[in-house]
């Protein structure tokens, strides 16, 4: 009888949970883009799940418990990949693992590429961006799609001292020149999640209309490094679980990759990066070092994406979750940044966790909201009259259209 009161008890639970969500669980979605340029507003408008809200998993009741969900998902291969090893001017090499799908086209002169970049040392099968590369293959566009792999991550040697940082953009503008060289017509749409949607933004902004991108979307950026910093060191859950959490995760990275690190850090720099609690300490025990940063705060200001919006000059749908519990509303970009920031749309949803926006009735499917959006805003740019032409200075480098280099192509990656 105990057992069957239980089992009643836990039910009538989970089913008001799931009522509780089915009928306050949507969640406003919120887009900033009132002082953007015309062709921002038009690409936002083309997208029907930014017209209305967003409704999450009904059993998922918070941001904690959908990260939780998302990340406890096994990773399955839901598309399969094919790799080319990018060499890179300092000696050390990146990969590009290609989606290898019937609905996705294979190499053409002119087809539009899809370029997705990843969080905190992930990598191509990661279950976030496996699902992402499975929604993508469902929209029956010509374009191709492929995943850069950081130094060091999903399975790429790690030939150098300098691997995947917050604020390390070289890696990320040789891939896309050498994407332009081989396919000097092929428009180049970015997608970056986490930490790698920090790099782009920041790159985009460094490049301005030279960037050599149509568009781009950035998921879940921690766009204030310092203010995510202080997040990430308060508060019980977000010290205790995601910090550590994250420590271990750049730690088992680390250690993979120590002989790497050896002729700069020694055997004991080496054991102070291995004895990090925080990610701060890691930080502080190898960028610190091996980048020549004069501190941790010196560090998170510089590499902080948040500075380099006003100078990004092509169409940027950044989207951010208020209840992220790694990424704070205080470290969204400020209203007057937004406000010089003239190609920026700025998504934010009340609910949405981080790098998750769960939706459906069954959060072990992973159906993701953020991947719709993502989806319709690739299918909006490629459509749009205004992809013909490039930023005004863009045929500085690139030439053609959304920004190509002339000439022939010279492929510089070699398959494995």
């Known amino acids: 009888m105990e057992v069957l009161l239980v089992c009643a008890i836990a039910a009538t639970a989970l089913a008001l949970l799931f009522l509780y969500g089915l009928t ?37 009741v918070n941001g904690h418990l959908m990260a939780v969900v998302a990340t406890m998902m096994h990773n399955h291969i839901r598309v399969e990949l094919e790799r080319e090893m990018l060499p890179l001017a300092d000696g050390g090499e990146t990969s590009l693992d290609w989606a290898v799908h019937p609905n996705i086209a294979g190499p053409g002169e002119a087809a539009p590429i899809v370029l997705a970049l990843h969080g905190l ?29 950081a130094r060091g991550c999903g399975g790429t040697p790690l030939l150098t001292p300098r691997g995947f940082t917050a604020g390390h953009t070289n890696d990320v503008r040789e891939c896309i020149q050498s994407l332009k060289r081989r396919w000097p017509h092929a428009p180049i749409i970015a997608v970056a999640f986490s930490l790698g949607a920090n790099i782009l933004v920041k790159y985009m902004g460094e490049e301005g209309a030279n960037c ?7 998921v879940s950026n921690p766009f204030d490094l310092e203010a995510t910093d202080r997040h990430m060191l308060s508060g019980f859950l977000t010290k205790n679980v995601y910090n550590r959490r994250m420590t271990a995760t750049l730690k088992a990275w680390f250690a993979h990759n120590a002989a790497a690190f050896a ?34 705060d010196e560090y998170y200001r510089t590499s902080s994406s948040v500075h380099h919006l006003p100078s990004v000059a092509v169409p940027l749908l950044a989207i951010n979750a208020l209840d992220d519990p ?50 319709e805003y690739v299918t909006a740019v490629l459509a749009s009259p205004d992809n013909v032409s490039p930023p005004e200075g863009a045929h500085e480098r690139w030439g053609g259209t959304c920004g190509a280099v002339g000439g022939r192509s010279t492929p510089q990656c070699k398959n494995t």
């Open 212 to 218: 050599g991108l149509c568009a781009a979307v950035s």
């Open 326 to 375: 790694i990424c704070p509303p205080s470290s969204l970009p400020p209203s007057e940044v937004l406000e010089q920031s003239k190609h920026v749309a700025q998504v934010t949803t009340d609910r949405g966790s981080h790098v998750a926006w769960l939706e459906g009735y069954n959060p072990l499917r992973r159906r993701s909201w953020v991947d719709a959006v993502i989806c």
């Open 263 to 296: 002729s700069v850090l020694g055997d004991e720099g080496t054991a102070n990066v291995l004895k990090a609690k925080t990610v701060r300490e890691f930080d502080e025990a190898y960028v610190i070092p091996v980048y020549k940063y004069k501190s941790v």
């Open 121 to 149: 040392v992930g990598h191509s099968k990661a279950n976030y961006m496996q699902h992402f590369l499975e929604r993508v293959a469902s929209v029956r566009r010509p374009f191709r799609c492929c995943v850069m792999n």
């Open 24 to 60: 306050f669980g949507r969640s406003r979605v919120a887009v900033s883009c009132a002082h953007a340029h015309p062709q921002v507003q038009r690409l936002v408008q083309s997208c029907p799940s930014l017209q209305s809200s967003y409704r999450p998993t009904p059993l998922v």
